[in-house]
């Protein structure tokens, strides 16, 4: 049986909860949806130049859950930037 998932620290709320490419109808995009935590990580490791342990601590998680993290959120940006995908981003 997997182990509970810890409560992750977030520090900030989006201003905007959708990104799309310009002039296609929303509802005609297929969606990618960037979990907070995963924003968190990139605002941190990005926007603050938080190197990942330091980013990790702040999100009281541990470096290779960070990472795991880093990973997924860049790998869905890619996907949307790439394929014409709208973001969107969780409550």
């Not at 810890?6 to 929303?26: D, H, N, Q, S, V």
């Not at 935590?37 to 470096?63: F, G, V």
Request: aromatic share 4%.
């Amino acid at each position: 049986m997997p182990r509970p998932r810890l409560r992750r620290r977030i520090c900030f709320e989006a201003k905007a909860t959708y990104y799309k490419p310009a002039g296609i109808p929303l509802r005609a995009l297929e969606e990618v949806v960037l979990k907070k935590d995963e924003l968190e990580a990139l605002r941190l490791q990005n926007l603050k130049e938080l190197d990942q342990e330091t980013a990790a601590k702040q999100m009281q998680i541990s470096q290779p859950t960070f990472h795991r993290l880093l990973v997924e959120a860049k790998k869905k940006i890619t996907d949307a930037l790439i394929n014409g995908k709208a973001i969107k981003i969780e409550q």
